[in-house]
């Protein structure tokens, strides 16, 4: 008997399928009250093809954050190709705080925190993907202020955490708030981010 072959790009398309659905779920209703039955539902899929794609819920959980890892590694990645570091810092700070403009994002990010301290796993991906991201930003202010663009008496070790502060305080502040207007929330946090870097 011949194994089934698997084409990866339709393996990876119903894995994402799969996460966003969980996602919204888990934004609505909080990790412990959603149901494995109601993200099939969601993603459309039988409860078998969603143990095919992962062993358990907190694995999906876990799964939309290492996500997160990957797409902040795009962005870093993208970043770095811009000639000029003070715009590829500012478009990966607007691919950060991209998602604020879902409407489940605040509900998952309250979900996230109070998952992290009883997870494990989940608290080491948070905290791979935050080392990741400032040491990312770090080397684009390096660069920036290399070429004289920014303040070049800011530590940059120091600065890329505060930059990673802002983001997660972006989505907090949302959160709080949810008759605020997402543009002008990021219009806001540009602002900050160019003053504080002293930008020429």
Known sequence: M??????????????????????????????????????????????????????????????????????????????????????????????????????????LVAEVSAQAGRDPELAEVLARNEIQLQDGLKGLLVRAAGKGLIDTGLDPGRAAGWIAALVDAAFFRVSMDRNLVVAEEVEMLRLILTRFLNVR
């Open 2 to 107: 011949m194994a089934r072959t698997v084409d990866p790009a339709k393996h990876e398309a119903k894995r994402l399928l799969i996460l966003e659905a969980a996602a919204e779920c888990f934004a609505r209703k909080g990790f412990e009250r959603t149901t494995t039955a109601e993200i099939c539902g969601r993603a459309g899929i039988s409860s078998g093809s969603l143990f095919h794609y992962f062993p358990s819920k907190r694995a999906i959980f876990v799964g939309i954050f290492e996500l997160d890892g990957r797409e902040h590694a795009e962005l870093l990645e993208r970043a770095n190709e811009v000639e000029d570091p003070v715009a590829g810092l500012l478009a990966v700070v607007d691919g950060l705080v991209g998602p604020l403009s879902d409407p489940s994002a605040p509900g």
